[in-house]
């Protein structure tokens, strides 16, 4: 049985052993400028946390953290409190002037949900070969259409071949178009023309309401949910062990807040989606290449290649248009990837059917008028 469980740091400090001895017993056993007469030895041998500092330079350095597997009882806890432990009253330490959560490592006997269908299961269940990229597609306009409008526009997503349909995140419980009438009129279609693929339902709300809608979508005949990470990080597991036949959908939108690297605490990107993937998301907005976010090649590559590796499928979206299919093809080495597209579907100048068309075109690599009416329209 492990005793701790991991954590690496970037600290910021003037005294860096200060700093890391600061942390370790802040986040676990008491205060770090004062004893209780609690605090026997024993206690401190079972439940304070240990460290190590892997580098240090003139304003701090790496410091690996390890907390006592004792101190958290992981299958009720869950990744709420190693968060809590591992990101919280560090920040507060005047020592410590900036503290970054770089990597988690988790103890084999943790036993963690995973994605349901991942990468493999997406790719077999909507027939898309080793060499071709899925195709995403994301509902524009975002909010204002009726029920009846949105399957409008859904059903030309649905005919021109998307094999991953997400609601825009902006769009949730609105009134004007309630999500029990959306994903029957979607789902019923689906049905009807034995099209293979998933949809995802936008579903962003506090935790007792998310479970309930999630329970919702699957009673409706739905096979996926789109949750964003403002919804919580420790929802996606609890859903997960729902044991619901439905496709998640882990939306970044707004993680800037956590991962810029201009901030002085925060957690790195790469680490958000690992916890993300763990909990059971199968399908995960990691960045772009090329488009009007177009994020550091070599960490998005990176990043790519670990969600793979873990069975999930790195979507890369914001300005993805079907032109630059084949250069992120190049730039990745391979199609272990999911095009996710909204603007180039809608704005085609033929129309959403055309748009559509075009990016299946782009990602079959079996080249048409639509695809070349795009490039002419966006180059």
């Known amino acids: 049985m492990s005793k701790y469980y991991y954590a690496t740091y970037k600290l910021t400090a003037d005294n860096l052993k200060k700093a890391a001895d600061s942390l370790a017993i802040g986040q676990s056993v008491g205060n770090p400028s004062m004893r209780s007469e609690f605090e026997t030895p024993e206690l401190w041998r079972d439940h304070a946390c240990v460290y190590e500092i892997l ?11 390890g ?7 992981f299958e009720t806890d ?23 959560l770089l990597d988690l490592e988790f103890p084999d006997e943790w036993k963690w949900p995973g994605p349901k269908f991942g990468l493999s299961g997406m790719k077999k269940y909507c027939g898309v070969p080793d060499n071709q990229p899925l195709f995403g597609g994301i509902t524009k306009p975002k909010v204002g259409l009726s029920p009846e409008k949105h399957f409008d526009l859904v059903k030309m997503l649905i005919d021109g071949g998307c094999n991953f349909i997400k609601e825009d995140e902006i769009l949730s419980g609105a009134k004007h178009c309630l999500m029990e009438k959306r994903i029957e009129l979607v789902m019923n279609y689906i049905a009807k023309t034995s099209a293979k693929l998933f949809y995802c339902v936008s579903i962003h709300s506090n935790p007792l309401e998310l479970y309930k809608r ?3 979508v699957h009673s409706l005949g739905g096979n996926g949910i789109h949750v964003n990470f403002h919804c919580g990080l420790g929802v996606y597991s609890d859903i997960r062990n729902m044991d619901l036949p439905i496709l998640m959908h882990f939306q970044k939108s707004g993680d800037k807040v956590l991962t810029c690297e201009s901030h002085r605490y ?8 690992k916890l993300a993937s763990l909990s059971g998301c199968d399908t995960l907005h990691c960045g772009m290449l090329g488009g009007y976010m177009n994020s550091d090649e070599e960490k998005t590559r990176d990043i790519v290649n670990t969600l793979a590796s873990q069975n999930s499928v790195p979507a ?32 085609h100048k033929s129309g ?8 299946k075109q782009a990602v079959t690599f079996n080249y048409g008028k639509e695809y070349d009416e795009s490039v002419e329209q966006w180059g």
């Open 55 to 65: 580098d240090e330079n003139s304003t701090g350095g790496i410091v690996k953290v």
């Open 67 to 73: 907390f006592p597997v004792a101190n958290i009882d």
């Open 78 to 100: 869950g990744l709420a409190h190693i968060l809590v432990q591992t990101l919280g009253g560090q920040m507060d330490i005047d020592i410590i002037k900036g503290c970054r």
């Open 214 to 216: 999630a329970r919702l």
């Open 266 to 273: 925060g957690i790195d990107e790469k680490l958000l989606y």
């Open 316 to 347: 890369l979206s914001c300005g993805m248009k079907p032109s630059l299919v084949k250069t992120i093809l190049d730039k990745l080495g391979h199609a272990n990837w999911m095009a996710n597209v909204g603007g180039a579907l809608t704005g």
């Open 352 to 359: 959403t059917l055309a748009g559509t068309k075009a990016m």
